[in-house]
């Protein structure tokens, strides 16, 4: 089942959130339908984590990203708990 953010913002809204979206990111949706729906689109990278309270991020969280992070803010964010693959030139 694949979670349509866009359509999903009236439902965040209703319960008295504001709901910002990262704009230009390739989401799989345009910002147009964000928009409709009544998210507000955000240029800058920076901004979510200063204004979120909460953050979804479909990937995690890289070490620029954590260190923006506020003490109060909760991430909500996929894991990917495998170890990295190595793909260093084996020698013959």
């Known amino acids: 089942m694949r979670l349509d953010a866009a359509s999903r913002c ?3 809204q209703g319960s008295g959130h504001e709901v910002l979206f990262e704009g230009g990111v390739g989401s799989g949706y345009e910002d147009e339908q964000y928009r ?5 689109i955000v240029s800058d990278h920076d901004e979510i984590f200063d204004r979120a309270e909460l953050i979804v991020k479909v ?4 070490a ?11 991430m909500f964010t996929l894991s990917f708990t495998s170890p990295p693959i ?4 084996k020698p013959a």
């Open 36 to 40: 409709r729906a009544g998210g507000h």
């Open 86 to 89: 190595d793909r260093s030139p």
């Open 59 to 62: 990937k995690e969280p890289i």
């Open 10 to 12: 009236g439902n965040y």
């Open 64 to 74: 620029s990203e954590l260190a923006l992070t506020r003490p109060q803010t909760t």
